[in-house]
Each structure stands twice: as structure tokens, then as C-alpha cells.
């Protein structure tokens, strides 16, 4: 059984990291990053294409997590692949091991690096996520019984500082009904808004593991405000982190802080360093987490 | 309505070129090109201008009332035959379907003066937006009577994605997100608003598509 389900359901506070898979067959400089991180979390998360952009696929790089022992959360998003390619991959992870899916709807081909690319969004986020509840009740989407199920444990991404916060919640709501069990956010701020999101998905039974990003630079900042979706630094963060002597350090402080404040909110943390891989064990050990 | 745009001029010119032409016949449409300003008669004048300056000899032109119908097309062509026939080539201000109307109503090479651009809406004097993808199995009954295939850059049925904020697309950040407005739409209307829609069958639409009002019960049902 996937160690991420386990934990989150006994109540452990769980750390996922994030790997971005090369854009090229080299998997040397991946498979260093999942050796400094993997060992800090419960799973990682193999990005599929992300920001839109050329990488390995995620079910490759997964691959490459369980056999340096980590278990990965394979991501599906839907951009690139059509209802039958999505149930076949799907088929091809669990079989191969994978126990942990994420689904989310993809960033759109034109914010890549291939924008001529057409984006295939044959089903939406909340449609996968009932597709694999079938597949994990061993049936296909036709309602053809499958030749072998699969048992993944399902998660979708949220939101919890995006407004409109009603249209936000149903969308989440909507997830968990199609099968969605534990959700990542990306990077929160606003811990309130953390705590209201908690609260909700709380009440239907779902997991909620909080996103930190380690701001480094000015330039970070600026990257992640015009390219990142679902986020926005926030600008007493932004101005905290840019006016630092050493905006590198603070970033690292701000990233202690955030980390220490969920645990207190979140049923676990979900850890984006952006290239600063080597300072999560500090940040998860000056936050108590480790 | 078809919205159409003009096309890239040299491609006009380097289509005709292909062919050797020296003879140009052109085609409007009064339907859609016309709201459009695109094929209508004043675009046609000036596309027959164009070409005079281009070195081209213009031997006629023609609006029909709605180039995309077979029989009226053959009537229009019928009644320009000789301008048609001492031509090389002829060039068509209209949609696709207009185009390919008159590429089969006459023996002559016929090339597109004009890129199909989507169907959509008027919403002002010139100003034109994307309304439908003809999807052949319309959702606009659970949406509020505002289409996610198409104002939603991604298409998704069920939103908004992780882009939104703010209320806004992330994709088209001076747009509104369109499941924003729907969310708004069926609230303010009374209506269900928690409705997660199953996956479009995409079957509905394959290519190419026939339809025959012959065959089709007031029921909606096929004989």
C-alpha cells in the first residue's frame, strides 16, 4: 500500500517533494536531486510537461524514483493526452508499481515552449479523476471490466487562495465526489485562506498537503508572478524577500516559517525549492518537521 | 455567423502565380463575408482593385446571395459565364464551405481570397467574438446558455483550472474565466450550480459530417 496513503490516514504530517524531469534522456541530474530530496519525503511528485514544456514523460521518470527505492506520485495532466492514452498510462503505472496519481488539467500549450502544439484536453481534471476511481473499481470508462484494476490512491490539485472562493470550493467539491483523496496546493501564503480550505475539505473526508516555494531572488519572484498559475506572491512577501540584504537567506527564513505554520493547519507539506534543493533538509529541520 | 479575415495578400498572389494566372474572376458572399466585411460588395471592389494594381485583368465579379449554397452559386456562375470563362482562375471572398461551393460550380482553378476564422457573434459594428465549436452535442443547457468548449482556452467542462484569479482566465488574463461567469450566471437564475458534466463524446462530431432533413424525425431521432 502506497506509504503516502498510509501516513496521511494515520495522521502523520507527510512531506512531498517535487522533480522535474530532464528535457533529454540524461537522468543523472534528476536522479541527484531525488537522492537529496527523496529521502526527506514521503513521495515525490514526477512532473508531466510542466509549465506546458518539453520534459521526459512523468511514468518514465517515475520509474526511475521507485528504482532508487522513493515512491513517486505520478502526474497526469490532460493536456497532452486523449481519454485512451490517459487509461493506458494509467494501467502501464500501476502495473509497474505506481501507486499515487495527481491529476490536474495542464497548463495551456501556449504558455510553453511549444505553443504551435494543439492541447488535447479530451477530458478535464475532475472527468480523470472518475476515470481512474472506474479503473480502481476494475472497469475501463466504457464500464468494460478490466483484465486486472488498478488501486491508486487519487489526488487533484487546489487552489485555497484563489478567488472566487465558492466557485474554488465546488470545483474541489467536485473533485473529491469523482474519487479525488488528498490534494496539493500550490505554494499558500495566506494561511487563513489555508485554514478555511483545510476546514472544508476536512469535512468530506479529504487530505490537504500545503505547497511551499523558496522564493530565492527578486528574479524568482518576478518568474513566478507572470508564469506560475493558481499563485501570486504576495507583495509584504515580495518586498520582504527583495529589500533582504540577503534576499537568499530570507527566502530560506520565509520557507522555515511557512513550513512550521502549516504543520500546524495542513496534513502535510509539499516542498517546491526551485533549484535550491540542498537547503530542504535545513528548512525541514528548522521547521520540526523532520 | 462564419467570421471570416482576410487573407495574407501575397498568398493570394503567389496562388495565382501557381497556376500562371494572368485572368481573375472574384467572388463575394452576401451573407456572412458581407457582415463581416470581408467578401461583401465594397470588398470585392477593392480586392478587384488590388489585383488590377497587382498587373492581374480583372474579367468580372459576382456576389452571390449566400456563397455556401450549391443551387444558387450554379445560378449565380450560370449567369457569369462568359466573364468566368475568358478567366484563368478565380479568387473567393467567403468561408471555406463558400470557396469550395464555387470550386465545384465552375472548371476553373479557385482560390481563397479569405482565412475561416471561427462562428461566433456580432458584438458590435466590427467587432466579432467566438461563440460555438459546433460540437454537435450542445452543453449550453447545463452552462447557463454560455459555452466553456469555447470561451474556455482549455475547453474544460468542469472549472475553473488552477489558473484562475481573481475571477480572471489565466490563459487570456483580460478575460473573465468562464466558469466564473457561469457559476454567476446559473446562481443568479436560481439554477444548480454543483453540476459536474461527463466527457464530451467527440463521436458526435466526426468528419465529415452529412445531415439530410429527410432523415431526421421532429423527435430528433434518425430514420
Given at each position: 500500500?502506497s ?40 513521495a ?6 510542466q ?15 521507485l528504482e ?106 467536485g ?9 496539493q496546493?500550490?505554494a ?27 522564493l530565492?531572488s ?8 507572470e508564469h506560475?498559475a ?12 527583495k ?19 502549516i504543520?500546524?493547519?495542513a ?7 526551485l ?5 530542504v ?10 | ?31 456572412c ?33 449566400v ?5 444558387g ?6 449567369k ?6 475568358d ?74 483550472c ?43 462530431k ?13 423527435d430528433?431521432?434518425?430514420?
Amino acid at each position: 500500500m502506497s506509504r503516502l496513503r498510509e501516513a496521511l490516514e494515520r495522521g502523520e504530517f507527510v512531506i512531498t517533494g517535487e522533480i522535474a524531469p530532464p528535457r533529454g534522456s540524461d537522468v543523472s541530474a534528476m536522479r541527484e536531486t531525488m537522492a537529496l530530496v527523496g529521502p526527506l519525503c514521503h513521495a515525490l511528485n514526477i512532473t508531466d510537461n510542466q509549465g506546458a514544456s518539453l520534459h521526459m514523460s512523468s511514468l518514465g521518470a517515475c520509474l526511475v524514483a521507485l528504482e532508487m527505492g522513493f515512491e513517486p506520485i505520478f502526474q497526469q495532466t490532460c493536456r497532452d493526452r486523449n481519454r485512451l492514452a490517459l487509461q493506458s498510462d494509467l494501467m502501464a503505472a500501476w502495473a509497474l508499481g505506481i501507486e499515487n496519481v495527481l491529476m490536474v488539467t495542464g497548463d495551456d500549450p501556449r504558455s510553453g515552449d511549444h505553443p504551435q502544439a494543439k492541447g488535447v484536453f479530451d477530458v478535464d481534471s475532475t472527468q480523470l479523476l472518475r476515470i481512474a476511481k472506474d479503473m480502481n473499481e476494475g472497469r475501463d470508462m466504457q464500464g468494460r471490466p478490466l483484465a486486472g484494476g488498478t488501486g491508486f490512491y487519487l489526488g487533484a490539485a487546489m487552489f485555497p487562495e484563489a478567488e472566487p472562493w465558492d466557485a474554488q470550493l465546488a470545483r474541489t467539491v467536485g473533485k473529491i465526489e469523482a474519487g479525488a483523496r488528498f490534494f496539493q496546493t500550490q505554494a499558500v501564503f495566506d494561511l487563513e485562506k489555508l485554514a478555511r480550505a483545510v476546514d472544508a475539505l476536512h469535512a468530506h473526508g479529504a487530505k490537504v498537503i500545503a505547497g511551499v516555494l523558496f522564493l530565492r531572488s527578486p528574479r524568482v519572484i518576478d518568474f513566478v508572478n507572470e508564469h506560475l498559475a493558481g499563485l501570486r506572491v504576495p507583495d509584504h512577501v515580495a518586498r520582504r524577500i527583495k529589500s533582504a540584504p540577503d534576499p537568499l537567506e530570507a527566502a530560506i527564513d520565509l520557507a522555515v516559517e511557512q513550513v512550521a505554520a502549516i504543520r500546524e493547519i495542513a496534513d502535510g507539506v509539499h516542498v517546491m525549492p526551485l533549484g535550491l534543493d540542498g537547503r530542504v533538509p535545513e528548512v525541514l529541520e528548522r521547521a520540526g518537521v523532520l | 455567423m462564419i467570421i471570416t479575415k482576410r487573407r495574407e495578400w501575397q498568398r493570394v498572389l503567389d496562388d495565382l502565380g501557381s497556376v500562371e494566372a494572368r485572368r481573375v474572376f472574384v467572388v463575394g458572399c452576401g451573407e456572412c463575408a458581407t457582415a463581416a466585411h470581408t467578401g461583401g460588395e465594397p470588398e470585392v471592389a477593392e480586392a478587384c482593385e488590388r489585383l488590377a494594381a497587382s498587373g492581374f485583368e480583372v474579367t468580372g465579379s459576382c456576389v452571390p446571395e449566400v456563397t455556401c449554397h450549391a443551387g444558387g452559386v450554379r445560378l449565380e456562375t450560370r449567369k457569369n459565364a462568359a466573364a468566368i470563362q475568358d478567366a484563368d482562375a478565380l479568387v473567393v471572398l467567403a468561408c471555406g464551405a463558400g470557396t469550395q461551393t464555387v470550386a465545384d460550380a465552375v472548371a476553373k482553378p479557385v482560390f481563397p481570397g479569405l482565412e475561416s476564422a471561427f462562428l461566433g457573434t456580432t458584438v458590435r459594428h466590427g467587432v466579432f467574438e467566438e461563440r460555438c465549436q459546433m460540437c454537435g452535442e450542445c452543453v449550453l443547457d447545463a452552462t447557463g446558455g454560455i459555452c466553456p468548449v469555447t470561451a474556455c482556452p482549455k475547453g474544460m467542462l468542469n472549472g475553473p483550472c488552477g489558473g484562475m484569479w481573481d475571477g480572471m482566465c489565466d490563459v487570456l488574463d483580460d478575460r473573465e474565466c468562464v466558469h466564473v461567469r457561469i457559476r454567476a450566471r446559473l446562481a443568479e437564475q436560481g439554477r444548480d450550480v454543483a453540476r459536474t458534466l461527463p466527457p464530451k463524446d467527440h463521436s458526435k462530431k466526426l468528419k465529415p459530417a452529412r445531415l439530410s432533413v429527410k432523415e431526421h424525425r421532429p423527435d430528433g431521432s434518425v430514420r
